[in-house]
């Protein structure tokens, strides 16, 4: 009579001689450090953590010979939300990287600066684009938030600051 194996015993005899090489376990390493440093941040954000935790668990990682720091600096600068509090990530770049964070606060400055100014021109056009269908007047307030230009608009800053950060990052790397 046959034997009934498992689809583990069977995947097990197909895959016994193969094996990793160097680099695609630099890879797997690389990648549960990076889900690891994600997870340190969303604890911290989630206000389950605090930096003295995430900075004890740096220090760990750190000394196991990680290049950690790098990591977290990109997970957040890659966090960062123009339109939301950005005071626990600054705080995270100074007690725990030991960085400036002014970098993070003036970008985010100049964004909303750029936002309010960008946000009156919109504001105008919407007019206009409502004037020529005959819908104008005092009560007339554009609803920007509706407006698919402006989405995109604002989208498109977003990804502009992000990446801005992300390249003062490896400047600073350097």
């Known amino acids: 009579m046959a034997k009934i ?13 193969l094996s990793l090489s160097e680099s695609d376990r630099a890879d797997i390493r690389k990648k549960e450090l ?23 668990r740096v220090d760990h990682e750190t000394a196991a010979g990680l290049d ?4 977290l600096r990109r997970e957040i600068l890659g966090r960062v939300d123009p339109d939301a509090d950005v005071s626990g990530l600054v705080a995270a770049m100074e007690r725990v990287l030991g960085e400036d964070g002014s970098i993070v606060t003036r970008a985010v400055e100049d964004y909303r600066a750029e936002l309010a100014s960008g946000r009156e021109s919109f504001m105008s ?20 938030n509706a407006d698919d230009e402006w989405k995109g608009h604002v989208a498109s800053m977003k990804d502009r ?5 992300l390249a ?4 600073a790397q350097r």
């Open 5 to 17: 194996r498992s689809t583990l015993d069977i995947v097990m005899e197909k895959t016994r001689d």
């Open 161 to 165: 600051l992000v990446a801005g950060l």
């Open 168 to 171: 003062s990052q490896g400047d």
């Open 34 to 56: 990076e889900d690891r440093v994600r997870g340190w941040v969303q604890l911290f954000l989630d206000g389950k953590n605090s930096l003295d935790d995430m900075k004890e």
């Open 68 to 71: 950690v720091r790098s990591v």
């Open 125 to 144: 056009a919407v007019r206009a684009r409502l004037a020529s269908r005959g819908v104008s007047g005092k009560a007339v307030v554009p609803n920007l």
